[in-house]
Each structure stands twice: as structure tokens, then as C-alpha cells.
Nanobody, 123 residues
């Protein structure tokens, strides 16, 4: 079984920075994409940033130029550096691992989610 454990987040001030980290553990053979999603109260979960194993990135327009995603493929970790925070960044942030192959690499791909970490930005 694969587990994603997030750390970081908490309370931040507008204009300041926070950093989220996520580590995937288990019998992992490979992970295609790792990223972050967020869900604010009353809203749907949305993509924040995504980074594939080949280095391609995808950012939500609302965070471009402020957030940076990074990944360590060897350690199966992903981080999100959040700069110039805004109150509208307040949400529960979820780590996501997509296209995960476990064991000896012969199984099907699956997706996994972390438990979520709260980010609250005060003005």
C-alpha cells in the first residue's frame, strides 16, 4: 500500500511564504506525476501545481509566478513553495501521486491522495 504524508502549512500572513512537503512511502516502483490540489470551503477541489517525472509542470493561473513545485524522484517527495501568499490561497491542500506503479512494476497504475493539510492566510 502507498501512503502520502504531508507536512508544513498552517497559518501564514498575506505577502509571506509557506512551504508544503509530501513524502510517498510503500512499495513504490515508479510515480508518473506528483502534485498539489486544494479545496476551499464550498468550492471544488482544484489543481494547484503538478510535476511529472519527466519534469513537465502545470500551474493554476492563480498561483503562477508565486508558487513553485519541486520533486525528488529518488525519494518520492514533492514540495510546494508558496510565496506572496494571498487570503484566497486559504484552503486544505492535498498531495497527489498519479500513475503510481507498485511492487516490481508489473501492476496497473493507481492514484493516491494525502490526508490534506490546512493553509490559512490572514490579511
Amino acid at each position: 500500500q502507498v501512503q502520502l504524508v504531508e507536512s508544513g502549512g498552517g497559518l501564514g500572513q498575506a505577502g509571506r511564504s509557506l512551504r508544503l512537503s509530501c513524502a510517498a512511502s510503500g512499495s513504490i516502483f515508479s510515480i508518473d506525476a506528483m502534485g498539489w490540489y486544494r479545496q476551499a470551503p464550498g468550492r471544488q477541489r482544484e489543481l494547484v501545481a503538478l510535476l511529472t517525472s519527466e519534469g513537465s509542470t502545470n500551474y493554476a493561473d492563480s498561483v503562477k509566478g508565486r508558487f513553485t513545485i519541486s520533486r525528488d524522484n529518488a525519494k518520492n517527495t514533492v514540495a510546494l513553495q508558496m510565496n506572496s501568499l494571498k487570503p484566497e490561497d486559504t484552503a486544505v491542500y492535498y498531495c497527489h501521486a498519479g500513475g503510481v506503479v507498485t511492487g516490481r512494476g508489473l501492476g496497473t497504475m493507481r492514484d493516491y491522495w494525502g490526508q490534506g493539510t490546512q493553509v490559512t492566510v490572514s490579511s
